[in-house]
Nanobody, 124 residues
Framework: EVQLVESGGGLVQAGGSLRLSCTFS????????IGWFRQAPGKEREGVAC????????DYLDSVKGRFTISTDIAKNTVYLQMNSLKPEDTAVYYC?????????????????WGQGTQVTVSS
């Protein structure tokens, strides 16, 4: 059974940091890309960061480049999203997903399984 469980969300002031964790099971990182996407009320879902199945490639939403970092600990079957210099516009529910990496105009990940999400709220 495929499972992804996110943790680490919370309330933080603008300029602060959070680290999200996603522990996964039921599949191998060798076969799938893993990443994070978010959805805020009234807004479309948007991909935030993704790491390819090889671990060799990472992709980021333009608005988080230089502030967010995705990393993996394969021994723990865990993916992290380190979020620094948070802004109120980063407020959303963040989901960890399993999927594949594609190329259109840019590279992106599309997901077929995801977790229950974790709320990130950034106050101004």
């Amino acid at each position: 059974e495929v499972q992804l469980v996110e943790s680490g969300g919370g309330l933080v002031q603008a300029g602060g940091s959070l680290r999200l964790s996603c522990t996964f099971s039921g599949f191998s990182f060798d076969d799938y890309a893993i990443g994070w996407f978010r959805q805020a009320p009234g807004k479309e879902r948007e991909g935030v960061a993704c790491v390819s199945s090889s671990g060799a490639n990472t992709d980021y939403l333009d608005s988080v480049k230089g502030r967010f970092t995705i990393s993996t600990d394969i021994a723990k079957n865990t993916v992290y999203l380190q979020m620094n210099s948070l802004k109120p516009e980063d407020t959303a529910v963040y989901y960890c997903g399993r999927g594949q990496r594609y190329r259109s105009h840019n590279y992106y990940c599309a997901y077929d399984f995801w977790g229950q999400g974790t709320q990130v709220t950034v106050s101004s």
